[in-house]
Nanobody, 122 residues
Framework: QVQLVESGGGLVQPGGSLRLSCAAS????????MGWFRQAPGKEREFVGH???????LYGESVKGRFAISRDNAKNTVALQMNSLKPEDTAVYYC????????????????WGQGTQVTVSS
């Protein structure tokens, strides 16, 4: 069955960096676009970024210029490099799979990981 497993979360100081990874299995990874979303307590799930099947990327406004998504089709993984982290980046981060290139809405994704906690605090 489809499985997405995020890793790499943790506690980091403001201005620091973290790299999240998502390992995919159970489907043909290269035929899917992938996305990252986040959800903070009491808030709605927010679009972070998306990588299309051909490697093109899209980002949410709040992370543009600070975060970068990449994929490795040989390893069936997608990564989220997060730089210049701010306290408002604190959230549970999820990766998700979609057949729709350019998808920025959570309803367009059909499989989700369990999430990994990122806490930005001094």
């Amino acid at each position: 069955q489809v499985q997405l497993v995020e890793s790499g979360g943790g506690l980091v100081q403001p201005g620091g960096s973290l790299r999240l990874s998502c390992a995919a299995s159970g489907f043909t990874f290269r035929r899917h676009a992938m996305g990252w979303f986040r959800q903070a307590p009491g808030k709605e799930r927010e679009f972070v970024g998306h990588i299309m099947r051909d490697g093109q990327t899209l980002y949410g406004e709040s992370v543009k210029g600070r975060f970068a998504i990449s994929r490795d089709n040989a390893k069936n993984t997608v990564a989220l490099q997060m730089n210049s982290l701010k306290p408002e980046d604190t959230a549970v981060y999820y990766c998700a799979a979609t057949l729709k290139d350019g998808a920025t809405l959570s309803r367009d994704y059909y499989d989700w990981g369990q999430g990994t906690q990122v806490t930005v605090s001094s």
